[in-house]
């Protein structure tokens, strides 16, 4: 009897030492995880400054700066500007919210042309 208590006061101390070490290893993830909400957050505001700078030096280039002297498109073919989109800037998430982006579609892939003796006409 006197030998099983004292095997159960080992094990019930050798658990308390592993629930100390296990409570470090959750202080140091529950750090580790307020440091990068933190860097997140700035670079998440760093990015959207970047997309607005972006987006104001887009507006500026696509602003046409044509002089009277010098017409740059005549009646007869007429310039087709392609529509050039702005970024919008992103809200601030935080670690919790964020969300795998969608995947993205795969490419079409072209057809192969089929042999000339597919076609039903073509079979004689």
């Known amino acids: 009897m006197v030998r099983d208590n004292e095997n159960v006061a080992s094990q019930l101390k050798a658990s308390k030492a592993e629930i100390a070490r296990n409570n470090n290893i959750i202080d140091q993830i529950k750090a580790t995880q307020i440091q990068m909400a933190r860097e997140s957050e700035t670079v998440t505001e760093r990015l959207n400054a970047s997309q607005e700078q972006l987006a104001r030096v887009i507006a500026n280039a696509s602003e ?37 982006p969608a995947p993205t579609p795969a490419r079409p892939q072209a057809k192969k042309p089929q042999p000339s003796s597919a076609w039903p006409w073509s079979v004689r």
Do not use: D, F, G, L
């Open 64 to 100: 046409p700066k044509v002089t009277p002297e010098e017409p740059k498109v005549s009646p007869e073919e007429p310039k087709v500007m392609p529509e050039i989109p702005v970024p919008r800037p992103r809200r601030s998430t935080n670690v919790a919210q964020t969300h795998k």
